[in-house]
């Protein structure tokens, strides 16, 4: 009896691994599939954020928009705040990334090191918070998704999924949401406003800035204006 125990155990041990495999397997495959169905278009993905609205019956304001129907300046100032080599590395920027590492083992606190396909990734496949785990899988993934995707459709799926307030995903429903206008009619300064909101888009209000995010919005909207070559890849004029 104890050695049929013995081998029933060993039995259902196996089985449980077998399932643990096929749920890491799926985990794994799930964002290099998705990330090819992203590819065209016409294809408009949501980000865990908004599953979670739903799930939680919370919901969201989203409203697709092409990247064609964004003003210029608020593409601009999105890679010049967040992300200011976009249109040269392949996922990661390394020379930050690297900074961060030496600040970590010297004791320092560290900066934020994400660049925009980092942030595409962890907003379509991962989860918020601070985590060795999820930094650890956002890396590759960013690598895979800049590969994989051209730079002007990872910023479009990027504005489109962003969150820029309680419930507000994706630029169309912030601009409406803090200026009562479509995206393709901000104002530099508007557009550098919602830029510089994104590292905390529920505390910082673009609709009601401070001075100090006033002052923060004025140093990239002059960065914006003048881009030249650091938006290229998405066909923006600085």
């Given at each position: 009896?104890?050695?049929?125990?013995?081998?029933?155990?060993?039995?259902?041990?196996?089985?449980?691994?077998?399932?643990?495999l096929i749920?890491?397997?799926?985990l794994?495959?799930?964002?290099?599939?998705?990330?090819?169905?992203?590819?065209?278009?016409?294809v408009?993905?949501?980000?865990?954020?908004?599953l979670k609205?739903?799930?939680?019956?919370?919901?969201?304001?989203r409203?697709?928009?092409?990247?064609e129907?964004v003003?210029?300046?608020?593409?601009?100032?999105?890679?010049m705040s967040?992300?200011?080599?976009?249109?040269?590395?392949?996922?990661?920027?390394?020379?930050?990334l690297k900074?961060?590492?030496?600040?970590?083992?010297?004791?320092?606190?560290t900066?934020?090191?994400?660049t925009?396909?980092m942030?595409?990734?962890?907003?379509?496949y991962l989860?918020?918070g601070r985590?060795?785990?999820?930094?650890?899988?956002?890396l590759?993934?960013?690598?895979y998704?800049?590969?994989?995707?051209?730079k002007?459709?990872l910023?479009?799926?990027?504005?489109?999924?962003?969150?820029?307030?309680?419930?507000?995903?994706?630029?169309?429903?912030?601009?409406?949401?803090?200026?009562?206008k479509?995206a393709?009619?901000?104002?530099?300064?508007?557009?550098?406003?919602?830029?510089?909101?994104?590292?905390?888009?529920?505390e910082?209000?673009?609709?009601?800035p401070?001075?100090?995010?006033?002052?923060?919005?004025?140093?990239?909207?002059?960065?914006?204006?003048?881009?030249?070559?650091?938006?290229?890849?998405?066909?923006?004029?600085?």
């Amino acid at each position: 009896m104890a050695a049929r125990r013995r081998r029933v155990s060993r039995s259902s041990m196996s089985v449980w691994f077998r399932r643990a495999l096929i749920v890491l397997a799926v985990l794994v495959a799930a964002p290099i599939v998705l990330t090819i169905l992203y590819l065209p278009p016409f294809v408009h993905p949501v980000s865990t954020l908004m599953l979670k609205d739903l799930a939680t019956f919370q919901g969201y304001d989203r409203r697709w928009v092409p990247i064609e129907d964004v003003a210029p300046a608020l593409v601009n100032s999105v890679i010049m705040s967040e992300d200011g080599q976009f249109c040269f590395h392949r996922g990661i920027d390394l020379g930050e990334l690297k900074g961060v590492i030496n600040d970590a083992l010297a004791g320092e606190s560290t900066r934020g090191a994400s660049t925009i396909p980092m942030q595409t990734v962890k907003n379509l496949y991962l989860w918020n918070g601070r985590s060795f785990v999820r930094k650890a899988l956002e890396l590759p993934l960013a690598v895979y998704f800049d590969l994989m995707m051209p730079k002007k459709r990872l910023m479009e799926i990027y504005l489109n999924i962003a969150e820029w307030g309680p419930g507000i995903y994706g630029i169309e429903a912030a601009s409406q949401y803090h200026f009562g206008k479509p995206a393709k009619n901000l104002t530099r300064r508007q557009a550098a406003l919602l830029a510089v909101s994104l590292p905390n888009p529920i505390e910082r209000n673009a609709g009601k800035p401070g001075p100090g995010l006033q002052r923060l919005a004025g140093l990239i909207e002059r960065r914006a204006g003048g881009a030249g070559d650091y938006v290229g890849c998405v066909g923006t004029a600085g």
